[in-house]
């Protein structure tokens, strides 16, 4: 696509429940990161991959979180068992590389509000 | 103390004046981005410096590598350039550090 795709743009869910976020990147971009903003707060990074392995998770804030992406193109972030804390917006963004001569395209987000 | 500080937090401008926000970072970095963020959260990537400036309409980033500085400068601000400006670096490994952001206001 044109641009980097995220979905849902908006979820809600209760407490204690699982939830899946969706970033489709800019076809043929091989790196592809998520980011966290928490309210009121500035961006954290979450994880990031080249092709279909992830070289550095180190953001991740628990077990409750992982991700994975197939195919060199689609990746899913899971939240198992949601807590209040984890309620933000997840921001997706790709590169052409993961070499720093490139710059980054960001989605929109998917505003997470656990309930 | 943040890897990344940016001043100011919140800056107020009558349109048409120049505007200035400076980024500091305290490590080494390979690449330093200026990211612009308007309401609703969507964010645009608007200038990725290593050495020196660029420049893209009435936008100029500056960088000084030796001094771990870099500023953004708008000229003849409009109101819809009224958005969170963000500092992010990049410092040896792919993940990005994000400066707290700079939200800027431009009244008519």
């Known amino acids: 696509g044109a641009g980097v795709s995220q979905s849902p743009s908006n979820k809600v869910t209760e407490k204690g429940k699982d939830v899946e976020l969706r970033c489709d990147p800019i076809?043929?971009?091989?790196?592809l990161y998520w980011y966290r903003q928490s309210l009121g707060q500035g961006l954290e990074f979450l994880i990031y991959?080249?092709?279909?392995?992830?070289?550095?998770k180190s953001g991740l804030p628990s077990d409750r979180f992982s991700a994975e992406r197939t195919g060199g193109s689609v990746s899913t972030l899971t939240i198992q068992r949601t807590q209040q804390e984890d309620s933000a917006v997840y921001l997706c963004?790709?590169?052409?590389?993961?070499?720093?001569?490139?710059?980054?395209?960001f989605g929109s987000g998917t505003r997470l509000t656990v309930v | 103390k943040n890897e990344v500080e940016q001043s100011p937090q919140n800056l107020t401008a009558q349109e048409g004046e120049f505007i200035t926000i400076n980024c500091s970072y305290s490590?080494?970095?390979?690449?330093l981005h200026w990211l612009q963020q308007h309401p609703g959260g969507g964010i645009v990537s608007l200038f990725m410096?290593?050495?020196g400036k660029k420049k893209h309409g009435r936008l100029i980033a500056t960088i000084n590598i030796q001094e771990k500085h870099s500023s953004l400068h708008i000229t003849a601000s409009h109101p819809r350039d009224s958005a969170v400006y963000i500092c992010?670096?990049?410092?040896?490994?792919?993940?990005?550090?994000f400066g707290k952001g700079t939200k800027l206001t431009v009244n008519p």
């Open positions: 991959f080249q092709g279909n392995s992830a070289p550095d």
């Open positions: 076809s043929g971009h091989t790196a």
């Open positions: 490590v080494g970095i390979s690449a």
């Open positions: 963004a790709s590169s052409i590389t993961g070499s720093y001569n490139y710059g980054y395209t």
């Open positions: 992010a670096v990049r410092s040896g490994s792919e993940k990005l550090v």
């Open positions: 410096l290593s050495s």
